[in-house]
């Protein structure tokens, strides 16, 4: 299975080291079409000098970077606007996570669409009216 994806293993330099000091955690990256070769400078928040800082890091830890905020994006507005429910079913909970989802994903559509901020209660009443229709058809 060689050629379809590649883990990077690396000897940790002094600029890499300081890269894995300053970040909160680590991330193991795994990438096709990018490596470590190409060394870039990436700006870290030092917590001991109160400041940003240069560090060394691969450039696959830039791509990371770059492509990683749809992601949290997503997460911070399930944290933000969760719908009320709990279960003890594991499945009931991937059921709720997978509509919450879905509801985020067609407010942010809808305001990529209309370019202005939409309500997100209105947002959220249209798809609850929506799943009742569907059901009394």
Not at 26 to 43: A, E
Not at 95 to 118: C, K, Y
């Amino acid at each position: 299975m060689y050629g379809l994806s590649g883990m990077v293993v690396l000897d940790l330099m002094d600029g890499v080291k300081k890269g894995a000091k300053l970040n909160a955690k680590r991330v193991l990256l795994d990438s096709n079409f990018v490596s470590i070769d190409p060394m870039v400078l990436l700006l870290r928040w030092d917590k001991k000098n109160q400041k940003k800082v240069s560090v060394m890091a691969p450039k696959i830890i830039d791509v990371y970077n770059r492509h990683m905020g749809g992601v949290d994006k997503v997460d911070m507005l399930c944290a933000l606007h969760p719908i009320p429910f709990r279960s003890k079913k594991w499945y009931i909970r991937i059921a709720w996570r997978l509509f919450d989802l879905m509801v985020i994903n067609s407010w942010l559509l809808a305001n990529h669409l209309v370019q202005q901020n939409v309500n997100w209660e209105c947002v959220k009443k249209n798809v609850k009216c929506d799943c009742v229709n569907l059901k009394q058809k």
